[in-house]
Every structure is written in C-alpha cells, then in structure tokens.
T-cell receptor, first 111, second 113 residues
Framework: TQLLEQSPQFLSIQEGENLTVYCNSS?????LQWYRQEPGEGPVLLVT?????EVKKLKRLTFQFGDARKDSSLHITAAQPGDTGLYLC???????????FGAGTQVVVTP | DADVTQTPRNRITKTGKRIMLECSQT?????MYWYRQDPGLGLRLIYY???????NKGEISDGYSVSRQAQAKFSLSLESAIPNQTALYFC????????????FGDGTRLSIL
C-alpha cells in the first residue's frame, strides 16, 4: 500500500490567520483531490489537480500539486469559522478512479 | 433528496450478528464504493464496483461482502460482526474517467458490542 501522509493532524487557529495543510507520498499520483468533511456528513470535493506544478484557487483556498506529482498543499488565507472541518487529500494512481485517502487534518477556526 | 442515500444512519448490534448496510444513488453513476473511516486512519476502501457485473476487493475486504443489485444500489454485509468493525461507513459514487470526483453519502455509524 502506498502511503499518503497528511500534516499536521490537527490545526487550531484564530479567525483571520492563514494556514497550510500538506499531503505527501513517496509515489506518483495521476491525480489528486482535496475533500472537506463536516461532522455527520460525508466528504465533499473541493478540487482536483492533475498536472505537476498546477495551482488552483477557490476563493480563499489555494491548492498546489507538486512538480513530481508526489505531494500537494492546501493554503487558506484569512481563515473563517466556516472553514472548520476535516480536510482530506486523496490520490489516484490510475485512470480507474480508485482513491487512496490520507488520514486527514482537523482544522478548527475560532472567532 | 440526497443523491447518495445510506441506511441506516446509526446501528448498534451485538457480536456475531449479520448486518447489512444499504446504499442507493440517483446520480446515474456506474461506479460505487464502500469505505470505512476510523479516527486517525482516514477512509479505507472495502469494496468497489465499476458496473453491475463488476465487484472488486479493496484494501480491507476481509469480514465483509457486497452485492450490486442494480446500477443504483450497492449493499455491504458483515456476515458475523466483531467489535473491531465498529466504525463510520461511507458509500460513494463516481462517473467513469480520470480524476472524477467521488460523491459520498452521509455515512452509517455502526457500533458492535
């Protein structure tokens, strides 16, 4: 099993601060996705990145896929309480759609 | 109505019982998946199905079985439940193709005493 490691496991910040979550692997992914999960719900897709070096922005969220397609980061600017949740990265090694998930980063943003 | 519906949402049962978790979808997706989520371990794939006639084991299939009754229905069974199968279970669906998003149900919280 190819491991997909997320760091940190837990992040607690004040509203208005910035944060970065990392997702690393020793293997190459054909695509990588970021999901956010809230209590009592299933994960919801935020973004998919497929090209090495790709950067995608979703409002205050910036996603980057490493040049070698082995790592990714999620940066949140000026975090808000609504950003609170479990952030999961998930990588695919092939075109069949199977995903390997990281353990997740729990983000808490306090007012 | 939810696109991916899981039933039941919560279940408490005893060791040795047979349990079935059901998943139905209205998204028209061919692909369906069952995961379990444990604290600190993320989501782990139990079984997946790329169409009605295709069933595949995931990384942790021991102790579980599945049935794809129709394109829209995919059920997960625990033939003889054991306490370490206590977890949050999720069903997901996706379209065919590279990089397609997976759409998750809201999960079933299963406790085995």
């Amino acid at each position: 099993t190819q491991l997909l490691e997320q760091s940190p496991q837990f992040l607690s910040i004040q509203e208005g601060e910035n944060l970065t979550v990392y997702c690393n692997s020793s293997s190459v992914f054909s695509s990588l996705q970021w999901y956010r999960q809230e209590p009592g719900e299933g994960p919801v897709l935020l973004v998919t990145v497929v090209t090495g070096g790709e950067v995608k922005k979703l409002k205050r969220l910036t996603f980057q896929f490493g040049d070698a397609r082995k790592d990714s980061s999620l940066h949140i600017t000026a975090a808000q309480p609504g950003d609170t949740g479990l952030y999961l990265c998930a990588g695919s090694h092939d075109s069949w759609g199977k995903l390997q998930f990281g353990a997740g980063t729990q983000v808490v943003v306090t007012p | 109505d939810a696109d991916v519906t899981q039933t039941p949402r919560n279940r408490i049962t005893k060791t040795g019982k047979r349990i079935m978790l059901e998943c139905s979808q209205t998204k028209g997706h061919d692909r369906m998946y069952w995961y379990r989520q444990d604290p600190g371990l993320g989501l782990r794939l139990i079984y997946y199905s790329f169409d009605v006639k295709d069933i595949n084991k995931g990384e942790i299939s021991d102790g579980y079985s599945v049935s794809r009754q129709a394109q829209a229905k995919f059920s997960l069974s625990l033939e003889s439940a054991i306490p370490n199968q206590t977890a949050l279970y999720f069903c997901a669906t996706s379209n065919r193709g590279h990089g397609q998003p997976q759409h998750f149900g809201d999960g079933t919280r299963l406790s085995i005493l």
